[in-house]
C-alpha cells in the first residue's frame, strides 16, 4: 500500500508522522557511519560498515541514533515522547535509500518503436540520425502539458520509491527550446514540492541539436548561453548544467562554453560524457569542477589521471550499456587506481527505460565484476556526492534524513544484487514517515 503519492498528494493531506520511530531487531543494519564520509573510493569500496541485531531510532525525520540490539535504552527512549511507533525488523536488513544521481524521468511518451528498430540492428547513433531518439521525444514534448508531464513523472517517482530510491537527480533535455526547457524544469520543481524524495534539477538544453538548428549547431549553443541559461536562472530552476558531450552530439569547445555561461548563473557542471567515444569530455569537466562525470564507456589511462586529481565523480549507467548493448566502462580499472565509482539508473524513455537501482546493482556485479559492497557504496554514498546530497542522505549516520528501506526476510546483502529480479524492498522510509509497505503475497 502505498500512502503517499496516489492517494494523499492530490488531497494535500500530510503522510503518516510519528514523534518517534524504533526500528528494532535488525539483522544487519547496513552502511553505517559514526563520521559521515563525502565518498568511498578505491579499495575502501569493498568495505561496508554494518551492524548484526540492530536498531534504528528515527526523530523529527532525521536519523537520531543505532546501534546494537543489547544497547537499546527503550526507557529513555519512551520518555517526553508522545507517541512511539516501533517496528520488529527481524530477519530483515536495513539499508539506506538509494541515490539515483542521473535521470530524464520527466518525458513525453515511450519509445518501444525505436526498441523494435534497435533488436533489428540500427544502432543508436543511426536512430538518432533519422530523427528518431532524442529528437522523437522532443517532438511529443513540446505538444504535452505541464500537467501530463507532472502526472506521468509523479507515477514514475512512485515507481522508484516503492523500488527503493530516496533521491534523485532529473534532467530537463527534451524541450531543446527554451519555453520546452521551462516546462520540464517547472515539472522538476513541483516534484521537488510534491514529493518527499530529495530531488535535484539539471538543465540539460545541450541534450541534441534540435532540427531547426540542424546546420547550425553553434546558433543551437548561442541560443543555451544567451536565452535558455540566463530565463532558467531567472526562476531559480536548475541545480547544475549537463551538455551531451560526445561523438555526434556537443564537442568540447561547445561544452566549454556552455559549461562556462552556466558557472557565472551558479549552475554547477554535471556532464554526459565519453560514451560514445574518447570524448575529451571528462577532461573539459574536471576543468569545469563537474560534481560529476557520467557514463564513462570510454576511459583510458588520461581520463583516470585527470579524474583523480579532482573533485568529480565518475559515474556509470549500467542500465543504458546493457539496453543499448555498449561496450561496458572500465569500472575494475577505476576502482584499482583508487577512484570511487557511482551507479545510476540513467531512467529515460530511449537508453534505459527503467529506475530500478536493485537491478542497476546486479548489473554493477555481473557485467562490470563489482562486489556486492562496492555496488552499494557506488548507489548510496557515492551517488548521493554526484548529486549534492552527501550531507543528507547516502549512508545511515545521525543527523541524516531518515532515508531507508527495510528488506523482505534475506540471508544477507549479497542476496540484493543475486535475486535480480525479486522484489526484496519490503517497507520504505522516507523523512521518517512510512511510505510503502509491499503488499503481502497473498493480498
Ligand atoms: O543518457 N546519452 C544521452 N542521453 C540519454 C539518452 C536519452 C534518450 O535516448 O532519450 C542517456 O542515455
Ligand atoms: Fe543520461
Known amino acids: 500500500m502505498c500512502y503517499f503519492f496516489s492517494t494523499l498528494v492530490p488531497s494535500g493531506k500530510k503522510i503518516e508522522k510519528f514523534m518517534k520511530t524504533l526500528i528494532t ?41 543505532f546501534g546494537k540490539m543489547e544497547t537499546l535504552n527503550k526507557e529513555a527512549i519512551e520518555k517526553g515522547t508522545d507517541f512511539l511507533k516501533e517496528v520488529d525488523a527481524t530477519g530483515r536488513l536495513v539499508l539506506p535509500s538509494f541515490c539515483d544521481s542521473h535521470t530524464h524521468l520527466v518525458y513525453a511518451g515511450s519509445r518501444e518503436i525505436e526498441y523494435i528498430d534497435k533488436i533489428r540492428g540500427l544502432s543508436y547513433e543511426e536512430i538518432a540520425r533519422r530523427g528518431g531518439g532524442i529528437l522523437n521525444s522532443a517532438e511529443r514534448m513540446r505538444k504535452a502539458s505541464e500537467e501530463e508531464l507532472f502526472d506521468s513523472a509523479l507515477a514514475r517517482i512512485e515507481e522508484i520509491a516503492a523500488f527503493g530510491t530516496g533521491a ?8 531543446l527550446e ?9 515539472v522538476i520543481r513541483r516534484l521537488k514540492e510534491a514529493t518527499p524524495l ?36 531567472a526562476e531559480e530552476l536548475a541545480d547544475y548544467i549537463d551538455v551531451f558531450c560526445d561523438k555526434g552530439f556537443f564537442t ?45 564507456e570510454y576511459i583510458g589511462p588520461e581520463e ?21 548493448n555498449m561496450p561496458y566502462s572500465p569500472v575494475r580499472k577505476m576502482i584499482e587506481a583508487g577512484l570511487p565509482v557511482a551507479l545510476a539508473s540513467d531512467y529515460n524513455p530511449g537508453s534505459s527505460p527503467s529506475g530500478n537501482m536493485k537491478f542497476i546493482m546486479s548489473l554493477g556485479c555481473i557485467n562490470y565484476k563489482m562486489l556486492p ?25 545521525v543527523g541524516k534524513q531518515a532515508n531507508f528501506y527495510i528488506t523482505k526476510p534475506i540471508p544477507g546483502i549479497e542476496y540484493l544484487p543475486y535475486a535480480y529480479t525479486s522484489n526484496l524492498i519490503d517497507t520504505v522510509f522516507l523523512k521518517g514517515c512510512l511510505l510503502y509497505t509491499s503488499p503481502s503475497p497473498r493480498d
Open 252 to 296: 568540447v569547445e561547445d561544452t566549454d562554453r556552455m559549461l562556462n555561461a552556466g558557472m557565472k548563473y551558479g549552475m554547477r557542471a554535471k556532464i554526459h560524457a565519453n560514451e560514445l567515444d574518447y570524448s575529451g569530455g571528462v577532461q573539459v569537466g574536471v576543468k569545469y569542477n563537474a560534481v560529476s562525470v557520467d557514463h564513462l
Open 304 to 324: 583516470i589521471e585527470c579524474l583523480l586529481e579532482s573533485e568529480t565523480m565518475p559515474t556509470v549507467l549500467p542500465g543504458a550499456a546493457f539496453f543499448l
Open 373 to 397: 559492497e562496492e555496488v552499494i557504496h557506488a548507489t548510496t554514498i557515492n551517488s548521493a556526492y554526484a548529486m549534492g546530497v552527501e550531507e543528507e542522505a547516502g549512508s545511515i549516520a
Open 168 to 175: 534523485v537527480e532529473i534532467k530537463s533535455g527534451y524541450g
Open 178 to 186: 527554451t519555453e520546452s526547457e521551462l516546462k520540464m524544469l517547472r
Open 25 to 65: 531487531n535488525i539483522k544487519q543494519l547496513v552502511q553505517v557511519e559514526k563520521e559521515p564520509r563525502t565518498w568511498v573510493a578505491g579499495k575502501d569500496m569493498a568495505h561496508l560498515e554494518c551492524i548484526e541485531n540492530a536498531y534504528l531510532l528515527v526523530e523529527d525525520q532525521k536519523i537520531a541514533a
Open 198 to 233: 530529495l530531488i535535484k534539477s539539471t538543465f540539460l538544453g545541450a541534450h541534441a541539436v534540435p532540427a531547426e538548428y540542424r546546420n547550425d549547431q553553434t546558433g543551437y549553443v548561442n541560443t543555451i548561453i544567451n536565452e535558455m541559461i540566463p530565463a532558467i536562472a
